[in-house]
């Protein structure tokens, strides 16, 4: 079992900065890949971005040049720094988290509000 904690979620004038961190804890060995997703009212979960283990990076469209995320391997965490914030980032962000041992298991974080007001 893969635990994840997210923090640093808030409210924010659009144009402004936030990050986010995820700590995993527990069973952490052999996690393929961990990124944060988002859903915003009325709508479906979306990948904003994912870190695999062989180094790559992937980003939503919606947010490439703005998102950056970062790992730290002795903290067992992961960054989601996110500047020039728009309204419609507006959304709950979840960290995830996949770990193959023998079968890919999926592990989600609680989610943190992130709110950026016009």
């Known amino acids: 079992q893969v635990q994840l904690v997210e923090s640093g979620g808030g409210l924010v004038q659009s144009g402004g900065s936030l990050r986010l961190s995820c700590v995993a804890s527990g069973s952490i060995f052999s996690i393929m890949s961990m990124g944060w997703y988002r859903q915003a009212p009325g709508k479906q979960r979306e990948l904003v971005a994912v870190?695999?283990?062989?180094?790559?990076?992937n980003y939503a469209d919606s947010v490439k040049g703005r998102f950056t995320i970062s790992g730290d391997n002795a903290k067992n965490t992961v960054y989601l720094q996110m500047n020039s914030l728009k309204p419609e980032d507006t959304a709950v962000y979840y960290c995830?988290?996949?770990?193959?041992?023998?079968?890919?298991?999926?592990?989600w974080g609680q989610g943190t509000q992130v709110t950026v007001s016009s």
């Open positions: 870190s695999i283990r062989d180094g790559t990076t």
């Open positions: 995830n988290a996949v770990q193959f041992v023998q079968r890919t298991y999926t592990y």
